[in-house]
């Protein structure tokens, strides 16, 4: 993935004769200074040289040998790479060397010849093709990850998700576009790692030690030594990145994007327990599933919400996909080569008034859901990649009233039916019957606790036994079946009716209405019951090539490409207690699959991972449409056609471009603003954001794809800026005239009355005012911190909330509005005058009797 040089390095004629059994022999030795052992041991390549040394990982005697002897060239007896300390460069050696301008020297020409057919023997370690016009290494991102203690499930995370090319494009290519302001910064941490990884020095293994503590900050489970999931590890590595790179959609790219129904990722990515579940995949999860569907408002209320889903049905991972070997790499490159001239406000809500004590909850809260509606569009290279959505149905078998939802999803959590499962899984499709697999139609609580504990027993038993004994070999599409398959809603698990307005009967069902890019599937092999846990070690066979999505995609589904190939495979080996994490991956530029073992790659034959006990699995969409439609630009670009106009396009929909099989519309609306120019807090990094194109690539492109807008000129936008301002001048007067009231308020001995806001609100705008958040926060709600009793609103016990005065919630209403008015001291009225005189003439009176 990345270039080399094709300069000949001019010290090759210092090497000696050399011979592939000299090489293997000399790489089960040790370091012939301190005894260090392999692996990473250098050979010298100097003639009649016999040294070999240790490299930075021990005393790194072979520099030093290089320096005192003056030899040039040291080979690593691992990766048979090749370091010339004069050039201080790797030595790339052309197979082809018609296109390596080589001195007309026939003794060079000899030395050269001789590596490389010395090196073409070692399994072509060293070998250079040509693809697509770019120069490309063979063995870029083949560098292990050290175990710095119980990291192996971290390590096989962060190979998997390196060797998916559109997201490990996007952080090499695109790295102007990483840019954050939220810690601990996450996102340049893994793009430093991925470099390092794709570097064309690579070494042989690095220590990721950066991300480690990032995410470790964000995520306080991860913190420690101990063994954790690599599934957790993902999902949680996934939405921090989603969270420090997230954008506002504006409403062109809604219009552009979100025509089919499908929402995108909501700014807030931890759902709470509540909310609905859709797919239930039936096996016992420490998340609770199967108990998410019983109340028809809340189908109803979720629909197109594009909320994420608990790992119970649909939760966020990614996945990836095999690429073929005709496939270009990185296209972008590409054209930046091949082609010289290639370089690279929001409305406000209208406030709502306060109506007094009669202001009501349910208006409150759906002034809040339509405001959340209306912020929670946000788009991330991880939500492009790796976002699709699932359109589930719940139908009442009384009345047929179908209630559905759209959700979002980032990873497919499928169980593992087993022997009964496969059977009722067999029937249902030819009977068309509701089933669904590890789920028992009958509650543990009509049963009681024997029949809870013999039913324990008996999966535990079936646990132990080889899946060979009692059930036939499971397929992925037999998972991905269990999963679609449709479910009974009855006794304890019935669906509450909005039309029947109590609980009935029903079935849910679920199809596929956007497919990611790249999909990730996760096996459940873990379950944890009251009183043990143990892991489901049965073989799942699946596909390298060729998995079909089309039988589990809803009709509306506007996905056209529905075919995936695998890019890489995370196992696990051990018990529910311990073990140890690898992952089997395939080079995205040789094709060939490789073995991640922490800090050691070993190349492998695509059966060993047929064969391999696969925990995630992650597939990318293969289309050889997409392949075509590269190599035109490429060749458009070559052409070299003098144009009278150069455009610009987005460098990120470009990487779309170069890694998706459905790219989707040009979006240029990733640097523009509404009004078309660019956004004065991107204008000064407006280069990493663009690529100058050809008029021909363009009309190519605008024709195939559609979208834009058109730009031949990069202006920062006026409007944008005096809006930047005035925003800037609303904020510090909202916050000096808050600090001024509240300091008045705190002065106050005796306040005759004080009234609540909502903390949640609070923090909102607190956020706003502070810089923090560009949206302001709406209307104020106080819906959730107050409670209807006797026909007034007080208080609700335990409520977050806060204390302002009456001044301050009559200044805050005037730009927000909303409510309910909450008052915790209300006004003591007054005495009477007259009384008063009446009672101290009394008094006076009394006294002197």
């Not at 392999?38 to 100097?46: D, E, H, R, S, V």
């Amino acid at each position: 993935m990345s270039n080399i040089c094709l300069n000949v390095c001019p010290h090759l004629d210092s090497i000696g004769e050399v011979t592939k059994e000299d090489l293997l022999q000399k790489s089960k030795g040790t370091c012939q200074s301190c005894g260090a052992g392999g692996p990473n041991l250098w050979a010298c390549l100097q003639n009649d040289c016999p040294y070999v040394g240790c490299g930075e990982s021990y005393s790194d005697h072979s520099t030093l040998h290089a320096q005192a002897k003056k030899h040039n060239l040291t080979v690593n007896l691992t990766t048979f790479r090749i370091w010339c300390y004069v050039c201080e460069r790797e030595v790339f050696l052309e197979s082809r060397p018609a296109l390596v301008p080589v001195p007309a020297a026939p003794h060079h020409c000899k030395a050269t010849e001789q590596v490389r057919v010395l090196l073409t023997s070692l399994f072509s370690t060293l070998a250079v093709k040509i693809f697509m016009g770019v120069v490309l290494l063979l063995f870029a991102g083949l560098t292990g990850m050290k175990n710095i203690g119980n990291s192996c499930y971290m390590n096989a995370a962060l190979q998997a998700l390196s060797n998916c090319p559109p997201l490990t494009q996007f952080f090499l290519d695109c790295s102007g576009l990483v840019r954050t302001d939220k810690k601990p910064a996450l996102c340049k941490s893994y793009q430093k790692l991925i470099s390092e990884l794709w570097h064309k020095k690579r070494p042989s293994y690095v220590v990721p030690t950066s991300l480690s503590h990032g995410i470790k900050l964000v995520n306080p489970m991860f913190r420690g030594y101990a063994q954790q999931d690599t599934q957790e590890f993902l999902r949680c590595l996934m939405d921090q990145l989603h969270e420090e790179l997230k954008e506002p959609l504006t409403e062109c790219n809604m219009s552009g994007e979100g025509s089919d129904g499908e929402e995108r990722r909501d700014g807030d990515r931890s759902p709470s327990e509540d909310e609905f579940l859709s797919c239930d995949s039936g096996s016992s999860s420490d998340r609770g599933e199967g108990g998410g569907v019983g109340d028809g408002e809340l189908l109803m209320q979720d629909e197109c919400d594009g909320v994420r889903s608990p790992a119970g049905g649909i939760v966020d991972n990614e996945a990836s996909m095999a690429q073929p070997q005709s496939t270009p790499c990185s296209p972008v490159r590409t054209l930046q080569e091949l082609h010289p001239k290639l370089s690279s406000s929001p409305p406000r809500s209208s406030p709502l008034r306060s109506a007094g004590p009669a202001y009501s909850f349910k208006k409150a809260q759906l002034l809040l859901s339509a405001r959340k509606k209306k912020q929670s569009h946000y788009r991330s290279v991880i939500s492009d990649i790796f976002d699709g959505s699932i359109l589930s149905l719940v139908q009442c078998l009384t009345c047929d009233r179908v209630s559905t939802t759209v959700e979002t999803f980032q990873d497919l959590s499928l169980p593992i039916p087993g022997k009964e499962d496969l059977a009722k899984l067999h029937s249902s499709i030819h009977q068309n019957l509701p089933v669904k697999t590890g789920v028992c139609p009958d509650t543990y609580g009509s049963q009681g606790w024997i029949s809870y504990i013999m039913d324990s027993i008996r999966r535990f038993v079936v646990s132990c036994i080889p899946s060979w004994f009692w059930g036939p070999m499971v397929t992925l599409e037999d998972c991905l079946a269990a999963f679609f398959a449709a479910d009974e809603l009855k006794g304890d698990n019935m669906y509450s009716c909005e039309r029947c307005k109590k609980l009935r009967n029903g079935v849910k069902y679920c199809k596929v209405l956007k497919l990611p890019e790249i999909l990730c599937i996760h096996l459940k092999r873990f379950r944890h019951e009251v009183m043990y846990s143990f892991k489901i070690s049965s073989h799942v066979s699946f596909p390298l090539e060729g998995l079909d999505m089309r039988p589990f995609l809803a009709k509306e589904s506007p996905s056209q490409v529905t075919t995936y190939d695998l890019l890489s495979v995370i196992c696990h080996h051990g018990t529910a207690g311990s073990g140890h994490y690898i992952a089997y991956c395939q080079n995205v530029i040789n094709g060939q699959w490789y073995e991640f073992d922490d800090q050691y790659v070993t190349e492998v034959h695509e059966t060993v991972v047929q064969n391999a006990e696969a925990y995630v699995l992650f597939y990318r969409k293969s289309s050889e449409e997409s392949v075509r439609e590269r190599q035109k630009v490429v060749a458009l670009a070559n052409m070299k056609e003098p144009s009278l106009l150069q455009f610009y396009i987005s460098r990120e929909w470009l990487n779309k471009f170069n890694t998706f099989a459905e790219p989707g519309p040009i979006s240029n609306h990733t640097f523009l603003c509404q009004h078309g120019g660019i956004p004065p807090n991107k204008y000064h990094y407006i280069d990493d954001l663009v690529v100058i194109v050809p008029q021909n690539v363009w009309e190519y492109l605008y024709n195939s794809f559609g979208g834009g807008p058109a730009v031949n000129h990069l202006y920062m936008c006026a409007i944008c800026q005096v809006e930047i301002e005035a925003l800037a001048k609303r904020r510090k007067m909202e916050i000096d005239t808050f600090i001024k009231l509240n300091k008045e308020f705190q002065a106050e001995e005796a306040p005759t009355v004080i009234l609540c806001i909502s903390m949640q609100w609070f923090r909102e705008w607190e956020s706003f005012v502070k810089g923090k958040d560009n949206e302001p926060p709406g209307p104020i709600d106080n819906s959730k911190i107050g409670v209807m009793k006797g026909g007034h609103i007080q208080l609700k016990q335990g409520a977050d909330y806060g204390q302002i005065s009456e001044e301050t919630w009559q200044y805050l209403l005037g730009i927000y509005g909303g409510g309910p008015e909450i008052a915790v001291r209300q006004t003591v009225a007054p005495a009477d005058p007259d009384s008063l005189h009446g009672e101290r003439k009394i008094e006076a009176e009394t006294r002197a009797l």
